[in-house]
């Protein structure tokens, strides 16, 4: 079983909707990241977050530690939005390591 | 700044040839990272530097070689390579140790292809 389990792998939507994407995790961590994929192939942190939840524009990033789970939202979804979201974690186990999933791929068509 | 660059952007090799990627940091970060990004699975780590002169291997380290001769440099090096190593390669920095305590930086890939 992967530490790190993203839902939906694939997810297509229309401009406009409210996107959501799941992160699970089965390990302790002292802090979870949430990454962007452009089809260039880029790779941009969007948040890092340990508790609560952070807001950046129409990106909101959740995260429940007791239930080991974060999401990702993307309120007015753009078909600039799409892209590749992947979290990680920073497992309190593993000395200089992030553990990824595998990425949680996003059409938003216009 | 320009970030993270990483050169080259794309490479093919054939099998048992070497090469050197070479990574650049301007933001004077301590810790720098190269990652092997395959399809169907994350990032895994293949070996990191949390400072100059030093490096470590990560998870996937066989096959790489890596130095750490400036603070703002990572070199990874494939002595002999081989179609397992076909891949797209990411470096990444962080002011301190990335992911426990700060954002990484990454660069924009380089992929690699091995026949």
């Known amino acids: 079983k992967n530490e790190v389990e993203q839902s939906p792998q694939n997810l297509t939507a229309q401009e406009g909707e409210f996107i959501t994407i799941n992160c699970s995790y089965s390990?302790?961590?002292?802090?979870l990241h949430w990454l962007q994929q452009h089809p260039g192939g880029g790779i941009v942190s969007l948040f890092m977050?340990?508790?609560g939840k952070k807001k950046h524009g129409r990106l909101i990033a959740t995260i429940n530690i007791q239930e080991k789970h974060s999401s990702l939202h993307i309120t007015a979804s753009h078909p600039r939005d799409s892209a590749v979201y992947i979290c990680a974690v920073a497992s309190i186990q593993g000395a200089q390591k992030l553990v990824f999933g595998q990425g949680t791929r996003l059409t938003i068509n216009p | 700044n320009a970030g993270v660059t990483q050169t080259p952007k794309f490479r093919v090799l054939k099998t048992g040839q070497s090469m050197t990627l070479l990574c650049a940091q301007d933001?004077?970060?301590?810790?720098m990272y190269w990652y092997r990004q395959d399809p169907g699975m994350g990032l895994r780590l293949i070996h990191y530097?949390?400072?100059?002169?030093?490096?470590a291997k990560g998870e996937v380290p066989d096959g790489y070689n890596v130095s750490r001769l400036k603070k703002q440099n990572f070199l990874l090096g494939l002595e002999s390579a081989a179609p397992s190593q076909t891949s797209v390669y990411f470096c990444a920095s962080s002011v301190s140790r990335g992911g426990l305590e700060s954002p990484l930086h990454f660069g924009n890939g380089t992929r690699l292809t091995v026949t």
């Open positions: 530097s949390v400072g100059e002169g030093t490096t």
């Open positions: 933001m004077n970060h301590e810790y």
């Open positions: 977050l340990s508790s």
């Open positions: 390990v302790g961590i002292s802090a």
